[in-house]
C-alpha cells in the first residue's frame, strides 16, 4: 500500500512539474522550436536556436491567402536586400505537392516549410501572420508583413530593437462593448442588428429550421454594402455600384463601420426573410441597397469543347479554399460565382450548359494564368466581352428623406 502511495506521488510531481510549452511573446527569448520538411534548402530542417546571430523572420502564411502572396514578394526582396544579415523563414500548413508548384512558380529565394505542429508555441487566427527576432533569438515584434519594412530591418539589425503595431488575434478590448441598435422579436421573425462585435470574425452563416429549410442568415462584423451583398445573394464585391456621391471609401474596415446583423423567421415567412431583413435594414440605415440593370463590362464562360459531362452524384457538395475548389453535382451558375472572385469585373455564363456537374479547380493565387489552364480541363474558356452586358448589381444609395 504505502509502495502504490509512493508511485502515487511520484507521477504527481512528475505531472505538476512538468514543463509548459514556450509561446512566441514580445520580449521573450523565442520558443526552443525547429521546422522540419524545408522544402527549398539544402537542410530539410532548422533549429531557431542556430539562427542565432541574424535578424531573423517567421512568416506563417498559405497559397490559397489573397494578402499573403504580396507579402511573400515583399519579403522576398528583403531577403535579398539584407542577405545573409536577414533569415526569413515562411511556414505553411498546406501540403508538400501544393508549396513546390507555389516554389517553382515564384522561384522565391524564401525559404518554405510545410509545418503543422507549430501552433502551440506561435499564436494567432489571421495570416499573413509575422513573428521578428533580434540576433539574439529574443522576439521583438509579433505583427502584420505589411509593417515590415526595409528601415524597419536596418534599424533592428543596428539596434537590436524596434516598435511595431501588435497583431494579437486574442486580444479583446474590455472597453469596446457590442451595442445593440435594434431588435424586432415576434411569432413570425426575430431579427437584432448590433455594432462591431469584437468576439466575432467577419462572415455569414446561412441558417436553416429544422425541416433543413432556408430561414435566415448569421452575418458579422461587415460594412453595409457587404451586408446587404449577403443579403441579395450578390456574388461579389464587383457587382457593387455606388449612387448619390457614395463610393467604396466611404465605408472603410473599421469598427465603427461594421455591424453584425441576424435574421431568423417561422415557417410562414421562409419564402420572405430576405425581404423582410432589407426592409428592416432599409429603415434603420441612412444608405441603402437595391437590385438594379446596368449595362457593364463583364468577362464571360464560354465552352470550347464537350469535356463536361453531367455529374453522376447523389448530392451537391462545394468545397473550396482560395483558389483550389471541390465541388460535385454544381450548377454553371455556381461556377460563375465562386470565378467573381478573382476577377475585377462580373463573370457572366454563356457555356449553355444546363446539367449539374463535378468540377475541380487547383489553381494559383500567385500565377492567375493558372486559372485558365484549370478551367480549359473542362472545355471551358474565361475572356473578357467585346460589349458591355446588360447584368443585375447592387446598388448602394442614399434614402431620400
Known amino acids: 500500500m504505502r509502495y502504490s502511495l509512493l508511485i502515487l506521488a511520484v507521477l504527481l510531481c512528475c505531472f505538476s512539474c512538468k514543463k509548459e510549452v514556450a509561446v512566441a511573446e514580445i520580449g521573450n527569448q523565442a520558443p526552443a ?6 522544402l527549398n534548402s539544402n537542410s530539410s530542417t532548422i533549429a531557431l536556436k542556430d539562427l542565432k546571430g541574424k535578424t531573423v523572420i517567421l512568416e506563417f502564411w498559405a497559397t490559397w491567402c489573397g494578402p499573403c502572396i504580396p507579402a511573400m514578394r515583399k519579403l522576398d526582396s528583403l531577403q535579398k536586400e539584407f542577405k545573409d544579415d536577414l533569415e526569413i523563414i515562411t511556414i505553411s500548413g498546406e501540403g508538400k505537392e501544393r508549396l513546390e508548384r507555389f516554389i517553382k512558380t515564384t522561384n522565391t ?45 536596418k534599424t533592428l539589425i543596428t539596434t537590436n ?14 472597453n469596446l462593448k457590442v451595442e445593440t441598435l435594434a431588435t424586432i422579436d415576434n411569432s413570425d421573425y426575430r431579427l437584432m442588428l448590433k455594432g462591431y462585435d469584437q468576439e466575432k470574425r467577419s462572415s455569414t452563416k446561412p441558417l436553416m429550421s429544422i425541416d433543413g429549410n432556408r430561414n435566415g442568415i448569421e452575418i458579422n462584423n461587415l460594412t453595409i454594402p457587404s451586408i446587404y451583398q449577403a443579403l441579395y445573394n450578390v456574388a461579389s464585391p464587383s457587382r457593387i455600384i ?39 435594414l432599409n429603415n434603420h440605415f441612412n444608405t441603402n441597397g437595391r437590385m438594379t440593370t446596368v449595362n457593364k463590362d ?7 469543347s ?33 470565378l467573381e472572385n478573382f476577377t475585377d469585373l462580373p463573370v457572366e455564363d454563356q457555356t449553355n450548359l444546363n446539367d449539374a456537374y463535378d468540377i475541380s479547380l487547383n489553381s494559383q493565387e ?36
Open 161 to 174: 530593437s524596434i516598435d511595431l503595431p501588435i497583431k494579437d488575434d486574442f486580444y479583446l478590448d474590455p
Open 306 to 338: 464537350d469535356v463536361l459531362k453531367p455529374s453522376e452524384a447523389e448530392k451537391t457538395e462545394f468545397m473550396f479554399m482560395g483558389p483550389i475548389l471541390n465541388t460535385k453535382k454544381i450548377k454553371m451558375n455556381r461556377l460563375v460565382s465562386y
Open 109 to 153: 529565394s524564401l525559404r518554405v516549410v510545410s509545418d503543422t505542429t507549430h501552433s502551440n508555441s506561435f499564436k494567432y487566427k489571421v495570416i499573413p501572420h509575422s513573428v521578428i527576432l533580434d540576433k539574439n533569438g529574443i522576439v521583438r515584434a509579433i505583427t502584420s508583413p505589411e509593417n515590415i519594412t526595409s528601415s524597419v530591418i
Open 366 to 401: 500567385e500565377d492567375p494564368k493558372t486559372i485558365h489552364t484549370e478551367l480549359a480541363k473542362y472545355g471551358l474558356k474565361l475572356g473578357r466581352s467585346e460589349t458591355p452586358l446588360s447584368i443585375e448589381v447592387l446598388e448602394i444609395f442614399k434614402k431620400k428623406e
Open 33 to 38: 522550436y525547429t521546422f522540419t520538411n524545408i
Open 242 to 280: 455606388y449612387a448619390d456621391g457614395l463610393s467604396d471609401s466611404d465605408f472603410p474596415f473599421e469598427n465603427d463601420y461594421r455591424f453584425s446583423f441576424t435574421i431568423e423567421v417561422s415557417e410562414a415567412f421562409e419564402d420572405k426573410w430576405s425581404e423582410t431583413a432589407t426592409s428592416f
Open 298 to 304: 463583364v468577362y464571360v464562360l464560354t465552352k470550347t
